[in-house]
């Protein structure tokens, strides 16, 4: 019995400490292609890995290498969060890691 209890206070106070990351993400609400949601969460949050990762898993579905996906999502007609460019979109978010990631590759 007691090594069910401390079992539940372990599966407690881990539900606890993981409860507010995964709040952290609700508050981002995105209208329209969800497919590219991913980019823009990336901006949002400055996390250039995501980024990163959101780039990759595109290869072949926007073009063929990473660095043509990033040009065409910051080219003139590509994707926009929040009515801006990813570029003006990072200004914006105070995102200073994937602002200067972003500017190093275009």
């Known amino acids: 019995m007691k090594a ?3 079992s539940l206070a372990v599966l407690l106070s881990v539900t606890a400490v993981t409860a ?3 709040a952290a993400d609700k508050q981002y609400r995105f209208i ?3 497919q590219f949601a991913g980019f823009c969460k990336a901006v949002a949050t400055d996390d250039v890995r995501a980024l990163r990762v959101n780039l990759s898993r ?3 579905r926007i073009a063929a290498t990473e660095r043509e996906v990033l040009r ?3 080219s003139e007609g590509g994707l ?3 009515g801006e460019n990813l570029v003006d979109f990072s200004v914006q ?3 200073t890691a994937v602002h200067d ?3 190093s590759r275009i």
């Open 4 to 6: 069910i209890t401390k």
């Open 20 to 22: 507010p990351a995964v």
């Open 32 to 34: 329209g292609d969800t």
């Open 58 to 60: 595109n290869v072949g």
């Open 72 to 74: 065409m999502l910051t």
């Open 80 to 82: 926009t969060c929040n």
């Open 93 to 95: 978010r105070d995102a």
């Open 101 to 103: 990631f972003l500017v």
